[in-house]
Structure formats: structure tokens, C-alpha cells
């Protein structure tokens, strides 16, 4: 009986531990963020609005403890919030007035030639490699420029058209960017036409190509993670290794991207979908671009990441469950086995 009583104890305080305190660290070290979006114009029209009525709550507080000081520097915040939210809504409008169902893959392949596309892009699937090696390219632009060749079929088509018109309002870096220190990619300046329906046509000619590219041959979780993540990352337990020199890459991004191999098993993949998805709603002031992959790759990414990076999970949770058992069988055996021990004594 005295066994039982320490084994209720035992439950009970590893209880309160497991569903009470663990999740309460968990929530104060991981706060809470919305799933991922892949409605983009939504996702960053939410995110701004969540960080205007931060911003808003904060000058309320201020105004609460009467420092000038702090009243002044919310009061700020809150005109760059506004901003930000004005800025985006704009931005996104803008962008789905394009048309993209009208897009014409032909005029988007005389575009994409006309505009100069290809002084930074190759799009080897139709015959065209970079026009620079990867470390000429490092060294020019601080990252090695996507090869294009897979782009209309990972990417959203949406963040595609928005990445073409305004790079860096599209990738969400506009707090690393500006015009002192412009981002790599140059927004579409048009090639002479009406804007709007040229990057249609640029975004149906990298679709055609894409799915050319694939019925050709499967694009597959490994080549999506090449063509959209190994231009900064390492992935070492698969012996691939970022497109872009290191030095370079370290002083456009502040520091050498992570290696991904373990990724997936110190955050999970729930944190990588939404890491992925949106950057800075999960890391503030990150210089990692938001990625712009559709629901499909991401799934790919997650999923090359996992296979990679925590191959023997299905072997590991089955041997968790089998020494439990184990232990189970051992604990009613020990008992017994006291059982008799002490019978015989008394």
C-alpha cells in the first residue's frame, strides 16, 4: 500500500509538471502565433494591425504613467505602426488588381529577356544558366541569385508578382532595405508596356517553365529545398552546402545562416512552417527573407528537413513505447517479487 501512495505521489507531481508548468514555460519562451497564412495579403494586413494595437496599448500605458518621455517614443511607434499598416495595404491592393489569369507565358519570355532578368537569373530548365558563377555572384551581390527554373511552381503566384514589382516590400525586409542601402534584387521597372500586365506575363512564363521542368522530371522535396532555402543554409547530415560564399553571405546577412540539420528537431515543425511562412512574426528584425513558398513546398521543405535531420524518428518514438512496456512489466514483477520476499520474513 505504501508503494502505491509514493507511486500516486509520483504521478501527480509529474502531472502538474507535464500539462501546468511545462506548457506555461512553453508559453512565455514560444508566445503564440497564428498558423501560417498563404494568403500573404492577409497574412501581413493582420500582422500589421496586431502591431499597430500593440503599439497602441503601450502608448495607452504610457499615457498612464504620465512620463513625457515614454509618451513621446510610444507616440512614435505608433506613427511608424500606422505607417507600416498604410504601407502594406497599398502594397497589397496593388498587387491584387494584377490580372494574372491573363498572363501570356510567350510575352512573358520576351519580357523577362527585355528587362534584364537575366543579368542576375538563370532559368537552366529552358536553356538559360546564370549569367555569373556562384561565387562571382556572392561576391556582386552578397547572395547567390535563384535559378529560376522551379520558381512558378513553388512559389505563390501572388508573392511572384510581388517579388517582381517591389522585392523588398515582398520579402519583408524594408527595416534592412532602403534607399541608402538598396536590397540585392531591383524592383520591375517595367519594359515598356502597361506594369502590371507585364509581370503577369512574367509570372506565366515562369509557371509554364516550371511545370514543363516537372512533367520533364518530378520536382522533388530535395531539388525544392535547393532551389528555395541552399543558397544561405548548409544542410551537413546530406552533404549539401550554401550556393553563396560564406564571407560574403555573412556580411549581407549580419551572420552565416544556421546549418539546418537539427532544425527540425529543436523547433519543430510547426515552428518551421510558420518560420517559413512569415519571418518576422516569429523572429522581429530577422534579415532572413519571408520565403513566398506555396503550401505544397513548404510541405516539401518541412518534410526534406525531417527526413533528413531526424531520420530514426519513427524507430525512436516506437523504442520510447517499448520501454515503457517494458518498464510496466518490470515494476509489476518487482512488486510481486517484494510480495514474496517480505511474506516469507514475516
Given amino acids: 500500500m505504501k508503494e502505491l501512495k509514493i507511486f500516486a505521489i509520483v504521478v501527480i507531481l509529474s502531472g502538474i509538471l507535464y500539462w501546468g508548468i511545462e506548457p506555461y514555460a512553453h508559453t512565455k519562451l514560444h508566445p503564440h502565433t497564428a498558423n501560417a497564412e ?9 500582422y500589421a494591425k496586431h502591431f499597430l494595437e500593440q503599439k ?57 529577356g ?21 561565387e562571382t555572384a556572392s561576391q556582386s551581390f552578397g547572395v547567390v541569385p535563384p535559378d529560376l527554373s522551379t520558381a512558378g511552381k513553388i512559389y505563390d503566384e501572388r508573392f511572384l508578382a510581388a517579388l517582381i514589382k517591389n522585392p523588398t516590400m515582398a520579402v519583408k525586409l524594408s527595416h534592412k532595405f532602403n534607399d541608402e542601402h538598396p536590397y540585392p534584387m531591383t524592383a520591375f521597372m517595367g519594359a515598356g508596356g502597361d506594369i502590371n500586365a507585364e509581370i503577369a506575363d512574367i509570372v506565366a512564363y515562369l509557371k509554364k517553365v516550371s511545370a514543363d521542368a516537372d512533367a520533364k522530371s518530378k520536382i522533388t522535396d530535395e531539388k525544392v529545398f535547393a532551389d528555395a532555402c541552399q543558397r544561405c543554409h548548409d544542410m551537413k547530415y546530406d552533404k549539401k552546402y550554401a550556393f553563396s560564399n560564406k564571407v560574403s553571405l555573412a556580411d549581407y546577412m549580419g551572420s552565416n545562416p544556421p546549418d539546418l540539420s537539427m532544425m527540425i528537431r529543436s523547433k519543430g515543425a510547426d515552428y518551421l512552417h510558420k518560420f517559413i511562412n512569415d519571418t518576422q512574426k516569429m523572429l522581429p528584425g530577422t534579415a532572413m527573407p519571408r520565403v513566398g513558398l506555396n503550401k505544397a513546398a513548404e510541405d516539401d521543405i518541412v518534410s526534406y528537413i525531417e527526413k533528413v535531420g531526424d531520420s530514426k524518428k519513427a524507430e525512436r518514438e516506437s523504442t520510447g513505447l517499448y ?24
Fill in 56 to 112: 497602441k496599448e503601450a502608448l495607452e500605458a504610457a499615457k498612464a504613467s504620465g512620463n513625457k518621455a515614454s509618451i513621446d517614443a510610444a507616440t512614435k511607434d505608433v506613427e511608424t505602426a500606422q505607417k507600416i499598416l498604410d504601407d502594406y495595404t497599398a502594397f497589397w491592393a496593388d498587387i491584387n488588381s494584377i490580372d494574372l489569369a491573363k498572363g501570356d507565358a510567350a510575352k512573358g519570355a520576351e519580357t523577362f
Fill in 38 to 46: 498563404y494568403n500573404f495579403s492577409k497574412e501581413d494586413t493582420d
Fill in 114 to 134: 527585355a528587362a534584364g532578368c537575366t543579368g542576375c537569373h538563370g532559368i537552366e530548365a529552358a536553356g538559360m544558366p546564370a549569367s555569373m558563377d556562384a
Fill in 323 to 346: 520501454v515503457m512496456i517494458y518498464f510496466f512489466i518490470l515494476g509489476i514483477f518487482a512488486w510481486l517479487w517484494k510480495r514474496k520476499v517480505w511474506s516469507e520474513l514475516h
